[in-house]
């Protein structure tokens, strides 16, 4: 590869690396129906995993403990006595399972905690029973195995509040009706090591985005190939709960497009030298 070619591939990497440096859009907050019970930004925070709370059977559990270090944890808010928007979420969370393929145990960590300090583990198996009979259900009667890693926990009030304020997921007890207390219809996801990554509304965000949302916070331990690197040329839009492909980021495909066309000429190039260099000259 002569100097020319040389100097060509040296100006188009760094063409290639401005655009993918270039700030990337900042991801917002779902919005939060009524306004009461408020979702505070603290995406890329650490999330406090200490606390100890009791699981479904009825036995202390840390909850650092449940949410692993392979794979990204979803944490899903809310508490078992709600009339409404709680079992819509849940709902529509095993709705976005079955439609994105994605497997809890498997693809992430899956954990169902009620904020009211008040409900205690016999409410929390309860609960537990019903939704693992729904996903039985969806699934042509046959349980399915992942069902076995999904807990739900009860804590005090301290611990709750820990967990919630390190979330940014606010909440409000209604003193006058235990079943009227207000609270965003939001999921939390986190990375691994207990980022937070997104808040997610499984109501409305479509599967392909919910799929991934997992597949960013594994860091690309979720999905094909060509299916990571489109994620991480989308930004997520959180009017519509979707990702979608910027202007910003048509240019960072431009960007690697180009390079892999340049690179793939100046090899072709190079190979083409080499042989002309190793073919003797005629006498």
């Not at 002569?2 to 060509?8: D, F, I, Q, V, Y």
């Not at 007890?173 to 997104?198: K, Q």
């Amino acid at each position: 590869m002569n100097s020319t070619h040389r100097n060509l591939l040296k100006t188009a990497l760094a063409s290639a690396l401005a655009l993918a440096s270039a700030p990337r859009a900042q991801h917002g907050l779902p919005p939060v129906v009524d306004g009461a019970a408020i979702v505070t930004d603290k995406l890329n925070e650490k999330a406090d995993l200490s606390g100890t709370f009791v699981d479904d059977s009825g036995n202390p559990v840390r909850l650092a403990d449940l949410a692993t270090t392979a794979r990204p944890t979803l944490i899903n808010l809310g508490f078992y006595n709600c009339p409404g928007v709680c079992s819509t979420v849940l709902n529509s969370l095993l709705e976005k399972l079955d439609e994105s393929e994605l497997v809890p145990g498997r693809d992430f960590d899956l954990i169902t905690i009620s904020f009211d300090h008040k409900e205690d583990w016999e409410l929390a198996f309860q609960k537990r029973q019903t939704y693992v009979g729904v996903a039985t259900r969806a699934n042509d009667d046959q349980k399915p195995e992942w069902t076995e890693s999904w807990r739900f926990l009860t804590g005090d009030a301290d611990t709750i509040r820990s967990l919630t304020e390190s979330l940014g997921w606010g909440f409000r007890y209604d003193e006058r009706n235990s079943i009227n207390h207000d609270h965003p219809p939001v999921v939390v996801l986190l990375t691994a090591d207990g980022t937070i990554s997104r808040y997610l509304d499984t109501r409305d965000a479509p599967a392909s985005s919910f799929r991934r949302a997992v597949i960013q916070a594994s860091d690309g331990k979720v999905g094909s190939f060509l299916e990571r690197i489109w994620v991480t040329c989308m930004t997520f839009d959180p009017t519509t709960h979707r990702y979608s492909v910027t202007a910003m980021t048509i240019m960072r495909i431009g960007g690697v497009l180009f390079v892999v066309a340049l690179t793939t000429l100046l090899l072709v190039l190079w190979r083409r030298e080499r042989r002309r260099s190793a073919t003797p000259a005629h006498a």
